[in-house]
Every structure is written in C-alpha cells, then in structure tokens.
C-alpha cells in the first residue's frame, strides 16, 4: 500500500535532478525535502515540530533555518532559506505559520489525486475520527501475506503498527492524521507523472470502487 523501495529510490533521483534546474526558493525546498524520499516533507514537519516548544505553530526566521539545517538539508543556501522564508511571511511580521507553510511545500496535486488521497484516508478511518489507528486498519488491511506473519514472528497488531510507521507520524503514536497521509501520497505522488498509474496504484492497493 505504501511507496515501494523502487518508487522511492526513483523519486529520491528524479527530484535530485530538478533540483539542480530550480529557481523558484520554494520548490528547491520542496525538491531537497524529497530528495530524501516519501516521507521527506514530514520528515521536515516533524523537526519543526520538534522546536515549537511553546505550541505557537508559527516560526521565526531564526527557528526556520535552524530547522533546516538541523534536518540535514545542507544544499538549501542561507539566502535561499531567507527568500523562502520572506514568501510566506506575507505581512511582514516576522514569522510564518507553520500549518500554512506545510500545506504550500506540499507537491502540487490536481483534484483527481486529491479525491483519491480522501477516499483511501476515509476508508481506513473506520471511526470517522480524522484519525488512524491499528484498530481502524482491522478488516481493511490485510496482512496474512505479510512474510513475519506467516512464519510467526509478529502478531496481526504488529503487522498494523509497523504499516502505520510507514507513514511517520510525527508523535511516533500510532496514529496518522489527515494531513500526515496527504503529506506522506504528495511526495508519492510528486515521483509518478501518469495520472492513469497514479489512479491504479490507489485503486488497487485500498480496494476503492471505480
């Protein structure tokens, strides 16, 4: 269900490339982020998240390029970070919102992504809580497939967690929000250029109606 080890591999070296050919401050922020894979813009959410210790959800220029290099993105150049930094700071106060930043660093999807990225959330969100949990993926997620469950080594409830590690949740506690979904099939979604593949990929993995 999740990006394989191949999709990965391909999107790490298909946004290392363009990364080379951008211009624009904020896609060279997107492209270094996903240069480190599927999970490379949460991987990014989750360094900020760390450093917001007063739960402001909003950063300063200093906290920003602390996080970024504290996230190991050493090609980002301080005054890119800065130019990135002055496009969302829109009204000049000095810092940015952390939640509105991340939804803009997000990889461009059209509507047909998106609605595909919905249904699969809403379908393992048997709860309707907005969020994820092993026991939500209980008679969605198959894993009598999985090769350390049928040779014994896990448990059905190990299998489901380790699935929902695939999506790195920020609080490391077993459960995926909404938007830690839409960030981890973004950065899929950023390595396959055909919609057609995209929509079957979707389809077949999460058993949605066509």
């Not at 509507?111 to 990225?117: A, F, H, P, Y």
């Not at 008679?139 to 999506?167: A, I, M, R």
């Not at 909404?178 to 981890?184: A, G, I, L, M, V």
């Not at 950065?187 to 979707?202: E, K, Q």
Request: proline residues 2%; negative net charge; aromatic residues 10%.
């Amino acid at each position: 269900m999740a990006c394989t080890q191949r999709t990965n591999k391909e999107m790490k070296m298909k946004a290392q490339k363009e990364y080379a050919k951008a211009t624009d401050p904020v896609e060279k922020l997107r492209l270094a982020c996903l240069s480190r894979g599927a999970n490379g813009i949460k991987g990014l959410a989750r360094t900020f998240k760390i450093m917001d210790d007063d739960e402001s959800r909003s950063l300063d220029m200093k906290e920003f390029k602390k996080g970024i290099h504290d996230y190991g993105l050493t090609e980002m150049q301080d005054d890119v970070i800065q130019e990135v930094f002055q496009i969302f700071d829109k009204d000049g106060s000095g810092s940015i919102d952390f939640d509105e930043f991340l939804v803009h660093l997000r990889p461009p999807m059209n509507n047909m992504r998106k609605s595909l990225i919905h249904q699969a959330f809403n379908k393992l969100d048997k709860t309707g809580d907005g969020l994820i949990t092993v026991e939500d993926l209980k008679g969605v997620y198959n894993v009598k497939k999985h090769p350390k469950y049928l040779n014994g080594e896990w448990s059905e409830d190990q299998c489901l967690g380790e699935f929902l590690k695939t999506f790195d949740s920020q609080e490391k506690d077993g459960k995926i929000t909404k938007d830690e979904f839409q960030n981890y099939y973004g950065g899929v979604s950023a390595s396959i250029d055909n919609d057609a593949y995209f929509d079957l990929m979707m389809r077949t993995a999460y058993k949605l109606q066509p």
